[in-house]
């Protein structure tokens, strides 16, 4: 069974605001928050790694040519 709280929100100018109770509290400090029909729903933010922002990005269609032009093989460079 789904523990259920009742919670006061706070209106602060144009904010609504409503504590969470330590019971449901978040290992993060930003949410990302969304609304389902009348629901609200708030679930942690979490950063994309860069690999997977970088394989959803779409295909390029512009020909950029050789960008390896007039570079030396990488067998002929010394360190």
């Keep these: 069974m789904t523990a259920e ?3 006061k929100l706070t209106q602060d100018g144009n904010t609504q605001s409503l504590s969470i109770p330590q019971e449901l509290s ?3 400090s930003e949410v990302i928050i969304r609304q389902e029909e009348e629901k609200l729903i ?3 933010y979490k950063k994309k790694s ?3 922002v ?3 990005l779409e295909d390029l269609e ?3 040519g050789d960008v390896d032009k007039g ?3 990488l ?3 010394e360190f």
């Design 5 to 7: 709280y009742h919670v």
């Design 26 to 28: 978040l290992s993060t």
């Design 75 to 77: 067998d002929d460079i």
């Design 42 to 44: 708030i679930e942690p």
């Design 62 to 64: 512009e020909d950029i």
């Design 50 to 52: 860069l690999l997977k």
């Design 54 to 56: 970088l394989a959803n």
């Design 71 to 73: 570079l030396l093989p």
